[in-house]
């Protein structure tokens, strides 16, 4: 068989160490980095990582699923990439690196950061397969993308071009999700001794 040959049925081949297994694998991949992209949006944090901690634990109190949601997940995809990367001959650290960084107290920049460079090291992978099977296949062949166009778009909006939050719906206008930090002038006032608040229905007395 020729070198072409080759490359195509190591390409049509599914099993996880052919091309093939590895590039389908990647792209699986990209989807569930977009899912996670999703729960943290849900999330709606603030830039301050402190007062998501307290706004998502208070919440998650009342029975509100967003926070046990993106934990689940994180835990899920964590292990999905560290196996892909690694079976696709990257260095696992690079990915746990970047998810080592992250928590769901993390703020709408830390995910888009984050996930945005998660989404490259991937890409970079299907890239390395896409530049082997170009080279191998030559210029006369016909042209094949590798990356699917799911996962370019999920690449495409965690990397900076959409925005994290774009594929998530507007709150209605004058309404709240729960997790507004407080204004910077109720935040700087303080809880004075023998003083008491409110925060998400939970009474704090000092």
């Known amino acids: ?3 072409r040959q080759k490359m195509q049925a190591d390409l049509a081949n599914h099993t996880p160490n052919s ?3 590895s590039t389908n694998a990647l792209n699986t991949a990209l989807g569930h980095v977009d899912l996670l992209s999703q729960d943290a949006v849900k999330l709606n944090n603030a830039g301050f990582t402190p007062w998501n901690t307290l706004a998502n634990a208070s919440q998650s109190m009342f029975g509100d699923p967003r926070l046990t949601n993106f934990n689940q997940d ?4 964590g292990e999905e990439l560290t196996r892909v990367y690694r079976g696709a001959g990257g260095s696992e650290a690079d990915i746990k690196r970047e998810l080592d960084n992250l928590s769901s107290s993390s703020s709408p920049a830390q995910f888009q ?3 945005g460079r998660i989404a490259e090291l991937v890409k970079s992978k299907i890239d390395a397969n896409q530049y082997q099977h170009d080279s191998v296949m030559g210029p006369m062949a016909q042209p094949r993308q590798l990356i699917t166009s799911q996962a370019q778009a999920t690449v495409d909006r965690l990397t900076g071009a959409a925005g994290l939050s774009s594929g998530a719906p507007d709150a209605p206008s004058g309404s709240s999700t729960g997790n507004e930090a407080p204004a910077a002038s109720e935040a700087s006032t303080g809880l004075q001794p023998g003083g008491s608040t409110v925060i998400n229905g939970i009474h704090i007395k000092r």
């Open 74 to 77: 994180m835990t899920k995809v």
């Open 19 to 21: 091309m093939g297994g």
């Open 1 to 3: 068989a020729t070198a």
């Open 113 to 115: 950061g984050g996930l």
